[in-house]
């Protein structure tokens, strides 16, 4: 899905292009463009143009303008919302973590008979019968840990592909934020312009001839004037969803990444890991039965089985050491908790001033409607 270009058109259904081509859009975050609350400053000079020449082109008293207005960007928006939809819709990774799981559920079970009485050295205790049924348990689980390792990397690779993916999608997700961003500049700068311009001329009208025709040519222009605003806020409400779409996309993208992550640890550490330590464990046995051969030979020996016993305890510190450390950091933790925080904490700023501007807008027109009834009584007079 590649970013697309803004046209602003009066086809409620978007097949007719603008007179003039678009300029390329410079992309912002919602976050960004709402920071001013619809200022035009945000937008180049090109666009800027295109949003003042748009606004010469609508035409409030055509009902079919007013009803179609911005309805090509809204359909974007909702195709767009099934789109991001349908990539997550069938994604269920809990068969993956299961799998994770049940790998280091196997690892664990297996190195804790490689590990019983004492740890490794208490494989110097264990007889050639234990040691051989260890091998051949070994033998079976390696087999199901490539199994679950060759079908963790696929997984892996779908994520990763779907990172991108998402990228992809918060792009044209701020592509289409702002041009129903462009559309409600246009029609707001209509309606200023219609009201402060026909409106006050056909109220002039109406009062100086005292004609009823005149005073419901003024009411009729004057509720295209409230109508077009209703459309104006509506497409408030759909730029809002793309406001809300930005931080979802990111919370998705961001689990699919931690996957990701995890099941990387698990195949580059967890894995070879286990590997070495079980490798070791069988290399001390063979190296135990070598020296039971020599039991009575010189102190030599002796000094020898010292030495070999430092190296296991370093050798078993060392993997300890590696096998306590956690899948995911507890720093990587800290910085995805905190950034979700101020992800949720930005979604409800933003959609409490949504409400606000919508109570607002809902106050003004109330105000806009007991002006109208008062002066079309006082014109009745």
């Known amino acids: 899905m590649m970013n697309e270009k803004i046209e602003l058109t009066l086809d409620p259904f978007g097949s007719a292009a603008a007179a003039a081509p678009a300029p ?4 912002q975050t919602p976050e960004e463009a709402a920071a001013p609350a619809l200022d035009e400053s945000a937008f180049t000079e090109a666009e800027r143009k295109m949003i003042e020449d748009f606004s010469q082109k609508i035409d409030i008293t055509d009902s079919t303008t007013i009803l179609g207005y911005g309805a090509s ?15 997550v819709r069938n994604k269920d990774f809990g068969a993956t973590g299961e799998m994770i799981t049940t790998l280091i559920g196997q690892l664990r079970d297996l190195n804790g008979e490689a590990e019983d009485e004492g740890g490794f050295l208490g494989l110097f205790k264990n007889t050639k019968r234990k040691i051989e049924n260890l ?18 990397q696929q997984h892996q690779i779908t994520l990763l592909k779907d990172v991108a993916m998402f990228d992809n999608l918060y792009e044209v997700n701020m592509t289409y934020f702002k041009e129903l961003t462009m559309y409600i500049l246009a029609g707001k700068k209509k309606l200023i312009a219609e ?3 026909t409106l006050k001329v056909l109220q002039e009208k109406a009062a100086a001839t005292g004609l ?62 286990w590997k070495s ?16 051969a020599q039991r009575a030979v010189t102190d030599m020996t002796n000094e020898l089985l010292k030495k070999n016993a430092a190296a296991l305890h370093q050798a078993t510190v060392d993997v300890t050491r590696e096998s306590e450390r956690g899948v995911v950091d507890i720093e990587t933790l800290t910085q995805t908790n905190a950034e979700l925080i101020a992800t949720l904490d930005d979604v409800a700023a933003i959609q409490a001033e ?28």
């Open 135 to 152: 091998k051949t348990k070994y033998d079976k689980v390696e087999a199901s840990v490539n199994d679950i390792t060759e079908t963790l």
């Open 24 to 27: 390329e859009p410079v992309l």
């Open 277 to 292: 330590q079980m490798v070791i464990a069988l290399g001390i046995e063979h190296s135990r039965q070598a020296m039971e």
């Open 73 to 87: 960007a809204q359909k974007k928006i909702s195709d767009f919302s099934d789109t991001a939809l349908n990539g």
């Open 354 to 381: 949504g409400r606000d501007q919508r109570r607002a807008a809902e106050a003004e027109l109330a105000r806009i409607e007991g002006e109208l009834k008062t002066k079309l009584i006082g014109l009745t007079k």
């Open 195 to 197: 009201r402060e311009g």
């Open 212 to 273: 009823p025709e005149d005073a419901q040519a003024a009411n009729d222009f004057a509720e295209q004037c409230v109508r077009f605003e209703r459309k104006i806020h509506d497409l408030e409400l759909t730029r809002m969803v793309a406001v809300q779409m930005a931080p979802q996309i990111r919370l998705v993208q961001n689990n699919d990444t931690m996957m990701a992550e995890k099941i990387q640890t698990v195949i580059m550490n967890t894995i070879p890991l």
